[in-house]
């Protein structure tokens, strides 16, 4: 087996996620793209009809109460990957995933937070008019993931 496949792992979640069923649409996509694990900052997750395939239950699931205590349990090595539409941010097209990370995005209403801007290691956004449902976003960046390109 490929060293480079061993050592990568990816995890994705919602800072302040604003509908439970964005998190099980995210969850069943994050199950079927290869994440390690899912995640929550703020609000808990609920079983939804849209986790079809119960992935809460298939993957390891964590709950973090604020952004301190996600960024004091992250796994070593692992990078922040905030997904927000930021005139700062690198576009996904161009972008070299790590080989260790998570990816963060916010709520549509509101985004990431301040603090998550300015924590993430890296900033992506991908092109698009106007912000995209949450769990639409996680799916475009898992996708990219996927995709035979380069790792940092």
């Not at 690198?90 to 801007?117: M, N, W």
């Not at 290691?121 to 995209?132: Q, Y």
Request: net charge negative; with cysteine; proline share 3%.
């Amino acid at each position: 087996m490929n060293d480079n496949f061993v050592n990568e792992f990816f995890g994705i979640g919602i800072q302040n996620g604003k509908t439970p069923e964005n998190l099980g649409v995210l969850w069943r996509t994050a199950q079927n793209l290869g994440a390690s694990f899912i995640f929550t900052i703020g609000n808990r997750y609920a079983k939804q009809a849209c986790d079809t395939h119960n992935a809460v239950k298939s993957m390891p699931y964590f709950h973090y109460e604020n952004f301190d205590e996600f960024c004091n349990n992250l796994p070593k090595g692992a990078r922040i990957v905030g997904v927000e539409l930021d005139e700062i941010a690198q576009d996904l097209e161009t972008f070299h995933h790590p080989r260790r990370c998570v990816y963060l995005l916010g709520a549509e209403d509101h985004g990431l937070s301040k603090e998550a801007i300015e924590k993430s290691h890296f900033l992506v956004k991908f092109k698009s008019e106007l912000s995209l449902n949450v769990s639409v976003a996680g799916s475009i960046i898992m996708y990219d993931r996927n995709l035979s390109k380069p790792r940092s």
